[in-house]
Nanobody, 125 residues
Framework: VQLQASGGGLVQAGASLRLSCAAS????????ISWFRQAAGEDREFVAA????????YYTDSVKGRFAISRDNAKNTVYLQMNSLGPADTAVYFC???????????????????WGQGTQVTVSS
């Protein structure tokens, strides 16, 4: 499966953005889709994940209550709605896919075989 992330940009603190991750290829195979982010000089970290059925979602603590992951399987697209953005959210955001339902180690980037190219999110104070 191929992933294309989009929707990043430069915003002020407190603003919102919605990222999109469009999948193509073998999309008839259910995939767990996750968002990771990588700030300059930092390791890539888990942000959010969603099961193929969209019934179960997972978030890292720092984004709970501010970010929401969702998916439209008819459009083969996963979204990350990001609200109340702050400078600490500045990073390149990547979407990733793993075949089947999200594993217990959904937060581990090594679980994912497929990655999008990343989209830059910059939040100014």
């Amino acid at each position: 499966v191929q992933l294309q992330a989009s929707g990043g940009g430069l915003v002020q603190a407190g603003a919102s953005l919605r990222l999109s991750c469009a999948a193509s290829g073998r999309t008839f195979i259910p995939h767990c889709i996750s968002w990771f982010r990588q700030a300059a000089g930092e390791d890539r970290e888990f942000v959010a994940a969603i099961n193929p059925s969209a019934g179960r979602t997972y978030y890292t603590d720092s984004v709970k209550g501010r970010f929401a992951i969702s998916r439209d399987n008819a459009k083969n697209t996963v979204y990350l709605q990001m609200n109340s953005l702050g400078p600490a959210d500045t990073a390149v955001y990547f979407c990733a896919a793993d075949v089947g339902y999200c594993k217990r180690t959904y937060y581990d980037r090594h679980v994912y075989n497929y990655w999008g190219q990343g989209t830059q999110v910059t939040v100014s104070s």
